[in-house]
T-cell receptor, first 114, second 113 residues
């Protein structure tokens, strides 16, 4: 069966520090991968999505970036965090082609920028 | 840009009653509409979807209704249970087959024992 992992689960970082969040998927190959951010009490905002290695689209201009060095690994990064980067970051995957709107989410990383 | 929103931020129901969660969308070109359930501290979980050429779809204890005339989507949960307590999000996907989802703000469902 497929599983999706995210780490760390929680993170507290000072303003201006770098960020690296990792997501890995097991049990499937060539998935679509997504990074979302969820502010407290709000819906999910799509940040990045990837249809393949080194194929990444950015949805929202910001100080975040994403990379996909391997088929089932998706990394969210920042060189300098802002207070507004605080939130719940969710990684998701979907099967390419059929029902790719049916996305499977990871457990999330709660980031607090202080 | 397109947005998907919800009519009520919180819905409180008695255990055993039916729940109806509503959603309004703005993009009439969207191909699929989806409901997700998010329990506290967890990622969202897919519940049910409906394609734009349908007006009703049933799952186990859940029914999704789509009214394209007024751009309205609803999720009906029969015999609501305490385990149904969560935030429910509607989402829509454009017809571009990228798997990109546009999420609404969410409705919190509280089930009273």
């Amino acid at each position: 069966s497929q599983t999706i992992h995210q780490w760390p689960a929680t993170l507290v970082q000072p303003v201006g520090s770098p960020l690296s969040l990792e997501c890995t998927v097991e049990g499937t190959s060539n998935p679509n991968l997504y990074w979302y951010r969820q502010a407290a009490g709000r819906g999910l905002q799509l940040l990045f999505y990837s249809i393949g290695i080194d194929q990444i689209s950015s949805e929202v201009p910001q100080n975040l970036s994403a990379s996909r060095p391997q088929d089932r690994q998706f990394i969210l990064s920042s060189k300098k965090l802002l207070l507004s980067d605080s939130g719940f970051y969710l990684c998701a995957w979907s099967v390419k082609g059929q029902a790719d709107y049916e996305q499977y989410f990871g457990p999330g990383t709660r980031l607090t920028v202080t | 840009g397109e947005s998907v929103g919800l009519h009520l931020p919180t819905l409180s129901v008695q255990e055993g009653d039916n729940s109806i969660i509503n959603c309004a969308y703005s993009n009439s070109a969207s191909d699929y509409f989806i409901w997700y359930k998010q329990e506290s501290g967890k990622g969202p979980q897919f519940i049910i979807d409906i394609r734009s050429n349908m007006d009703k779809r049933q799952g186990q204890r859940v029914t999704v209704l789509l009214n394209k005339t007024v751009k309205h989507l609803s999720l009906q949960i029969a015999a609501t249970q305490p385990g149904d307590s969560a935030v429910y999000f509607c989402a829509e996907t454009p017809a571009s087959n990228t798997g990109k989802l546009i999420f609404g703000q969410g409705t919190t469902l509280q089930v009273k024992p």
